[in-house]
C-alpha cells in the first residue's frame, strides 16, 4: 500500500476507480473511515493509516429510486426502469452510499435489510469517459 | 446550557400566500407580502425605525434565481438599510437558523429589535432542476453519485424505521391525510385540500369524461393507486412535500422594548441548535436525527421543560416520515411508537398533542428557506388564538414548539414558545 498516498477524497476516489476500496484507519483509537479522513473526527488524531477493506456488508438501508437524478437519468434509469440507492454497513464497521445491485429494483418489496452484500465496480461510459462508481450486489 | 442573558418576545409574524407564485410573485415580492402581513398582525404597529438588522434565510437563491447577497436587498424593500443586514443558509433550516441568530444577536444587547425574513422561489426553475438544487444540501461528492435524491435520502430513511419498528406506508399515509386536513382550513396554504376532498374530484373528473371509475373506498385505497405514484419507494407522491414559492417575516424584540409593541408577546422559552454528518452513511442511526435531539435538549434545558408541556408543535414533515422521527426525536414518544399516536389521532387537530396545524410543508407547502419562520407565525396565531378558518385549536395554547430541519437531517433548529 502507497504510504504517500495523502489521505484526501481524491485518493480515495482514485482507489475507486482502480476498484479498490479503501479506508483510513486511526493509529491512536483504531476507528476506521470510509470514505478516507485525514482526522479522526473520535480522537482528534491525524496518525492514520491506510487499510483495504474486505468489500463486504450487510444492507443497512436502501430505496427504489423511479425520479432519479440527471446522472442516472442519462443512463437509462427511469420510472419503469428504476435504480436502488442504498447504505451499506461494511463488515469493518463504516457505513457507506453505493447503488444496489443484481436486486429487482422493480420490486423492491423483494429486497431485504440485513442482506449480506459484496462490493462490485459499476462502469459506465459518460461523455465518452469511463466512469467507474462503486456498488454492492448480493453476495 | 446558558440562559438568554435577556428575555425577547415574538412580537408581530406574518407571511406571503404560499403556492406558485413566479413569476407574479419572486423573493422581493413575495418578502413586501410578509412584512405587510406582519407589520399588520403586530398589534401597536411596528416601523423601519425601530427595528436595527434584518436577518435573512434563504436556502439558494444562487441557483434557483441567480441572485445571491439577499441580505441588503431584502433590507433595502422594507427600509431597513443602511442597519445591518444578512443572509443565513442552512438548507431548509435557514430561516429558523436566521431566527436564532436574532435572538441570540439580541440577547447579546447589541440589538433590541430584529427582523426576520424567510424567504424562497423555487418554481422559477423546471422540477428537475429543483431536485437537482436540492440534492446540493446532501452529499455531492458520496450521496449523489450513488444516485441519492431528496426523496431517496428519506426513502432510506423510511426503510430502515419499517425494518426496525414496523412502520407501515399506511402509517405514512395518516400523516399525510391529518397534514392536508389542517392545511385545507389555512389561507395561506399551497394545497388548501383534504386528500378525501382530492380523491372526490378526481373521480368527478373521471366521470365527467366518461371513464372507468376507480374502485377507491377511502383516501387509502387513493393513496395506494397509481394516482400516487412511487418516487422512491416507499414514498409516494402524497409523502412528499411540495415546490412552492413563499416568504415569511418574524419582529422579535427584547423584553425591554417588546411592550411597545404589543401587550401579549410571545416568550423565546428555549431555543437549540444540533447538526450532524450531512451524509447519511456518517451517522451512527439511520432511524433517528441526532440534530434534533440536540436542539430539542438545549431547548428543553433552557425553557426549564420537558417534551409533556409543550402542547402544540410546527414539526419539519419535509416527507411524511419526516415528521414520525420528528415526534419521536423530540421526545414526545418513545422510539416506534410515534405510530401509534398518529394512529390513534393524537397529533390532529383536536387530538391530545395537535400536530402541524398550519397543514406542515405537506399541505401548506415547503419554500425551504422560509419554512422555519414560517413555522413560527402558526405558533403565533395559535398561541394568539387568531388562526383562520376551523384550525384554531380548542384550548388556550401556553406552550408551544417549531422544529425547523435542514437537508436529510444534518442540521435543526428547535425553538419553545411560551404566553
Known amino acids: 500500500m502507497s504510504d504517500e498516498k495523502q489521505f484526501t477524497i481524491e485518493s480515495y476516489l482514485e482507489y475507486i476507480r482502480n476498484r479498490k476500496l479503501m479506508g483510513s484507519k486511526c493509529k491512536d483509537c483504531g476507528v476506521t473511515y470510509v470514505p478516507v479522513r485525514k482526522l479522526c473526527s473520535e480522537c482528534n488524531s491525524t496518525k492514520m493509516e491506510w487499510v483495504e477493506m474486505s468489500g463486504k456488508g450487510e444492507l443497512a438501508a436502501f430505496t427504489s429510486i423511479t425520479v432519479g437524478t440527471p446522472y442516472f437519468v442519462e443512463r437509462g434509469y427511469d420510472r419503469k426502469n428504476p435504480y436502488c440507492f442504498s447504505v451499506i454497513k461494511l ?36 461523455k465518452g469517459e469511463t466512469k467507474v462508481d462503486l456498488g454492492f450486489e448480493p453476495a | 446550557m446558558g440562559k438568554l442573558a435577556r428575555k425577547i418576545a415574538l412580537v408581530g409574524a406574518g407571511m406571503s400566500k404560499f403556492g406558485r407564485n413566479f413569476p407574479e410573485k419572486r423573493n422581493p415580492d413575495m418578502w413586501i407580502d410578509a412584512w405587510l402581513d406582519a407589520v399588520e398582525k403586530t398589534d401597536n404597529g411596528i416601523e423601519p425605525k425601530d427595528i436595527d438588522a434584518c436577518y435573512v434565510g434563504n436556502y439558494s437563491s444562487d441557483l434557483f434565481n441567480h441572485q ?10 422594507v427600509g431597513l438599510t443602511p442597519k445591518p443586514a444578512a443572509r443565513f443558509e ?54 449523489y453519485p450513488a444516485g441519492a435524491t431528496f426523496p431517496g435520502l428519506y426513502a432510506t430513511v423510511a426503510s430502515a424505521h419499517f425494518k426496525k419498528y414496523g412502520t407501515t406506508a399506511e402509517d405514512l399515509m395518516r400523516v399525510g391525510i391529518k397534514n392536508h386536513e389542517n392545511g385545507a382550513e389555512n389561507p395561506y396554504a399551497q394545497m388548501q385540500q383534504s386528500i378525501k376532498k382530492l380523491m372526490d374530484s378526481k373521480i368527478a373528473k373521471y366521470t365527467s369524461q366518461g371513464r372507468d371509475l376507480p374502485d377507491w373506498e377511502d383516501e387509502f385505497d387513493f393513496l395506494k393507486s397509481s ?129 402541524n396545524t398550519s397543514g406542515g410543508l405537506k399541505s401548506k407547502g415547503h419554500p425551504v428557506g422560509a419554512t422555519g419562520a414560517a413555522q413560527a407565525v402558526e405558533i403565533f396565531k395559535q398561541m394568539r388564538g387568531i388562526a383562520e378558518r376551523n384550525r384554531q385549536v380548542k384550548f388556550d395554547v401556553e406552550r408551544a414548539m417549531t422544529h425547523n430541519l435542514g437537508g436529510s437531517g444534518a442540521s435543526c433548529v428547535v425553538t419553545i414558545w411560551e404566553k
Open chain 2, 227 to 355: 394516482s400516487n405514484p412511487v418516487i422512491a419507494y416507499p414514498l409516494r407522491l402524497f409523502d412528499c412535500s411540495l415546490i412552492t414559492d413563499g416568504a415569511a417575516c418574524l419582529f422579535l424584540a427584547a423584553e425591554d422594548v417588546a411592550k411597545d409593541f404589543t401587550d401579549t408577546p410571545i416568550w423565546v422559552a428555549g431555543t437549540g441548535q444540533g447538526s450532524a454528518a450531512l451524509s447519511i452513511h456518517d451517522r451512527k442511526e439511520i432511524t433517528s436525527f441526532v440534530a434534533t435531539r440536540e436542539a430539542s435538549r438545549q431547548a428543553y434545558e433552557m425553557a426549564g421543560v420537558g417534551p409533556k408541556d409543550i402542547q402544540i408543535a410546527e414539526v419539519h414533515d419535509c416527507f411524511t416520515i419526516a415528521e414520525i422521527l420528528a415526534m419521536e426525536d423530540l421526545g414526545f414518544y418513545e422510539k416506534g411508537k410515534a405510530i401509534d399516536a398518529v394512529k390513534t389521532g393524537e397529533s390532529k387537530l383536536d387530538g391530545a398533542l395537535p400536530i
Open chain 2, 90 to 143: 442552512g438548507a431548509c433550516a435557514s430561516s429558523g437558523i436566521a431566527m436564532r441568530q436574532a435572538i441570540l444577536a439580541i440577547a447579546s444587547g447589541v440589538h433590541d429589535v430584529v427582523a426576520v425574513c424567510g424567504c424562497e422561489c423555487m418554481t422559477e426553475q423546471p422540477t428537475v432542476n429543483v431536485t437537482d438544487v436540492l440534492a446540493t444540501a446532501s452529499d455531492s461528492i458520496f450521496e
Open chain 1, 91 to 126: 463488515d469493518e464497521g463504516p457505513m457507506i452510499s453505493a447503488q444496489l445491485v443484481g436486486v429487482e429494483e422493480s420490486k423492491p418489496e423483494t429486497i431485504e435489510i440485513g442482506t449480506p452484500l459484496k462490493v462490485t465496480f459499476l462502469e459506465s461510459e459518460v
Open chain 2, 68 to 77: 445571491g447577497h439577499l441580505g441588503p436587498q431584502m433590507a433595502d424593500l
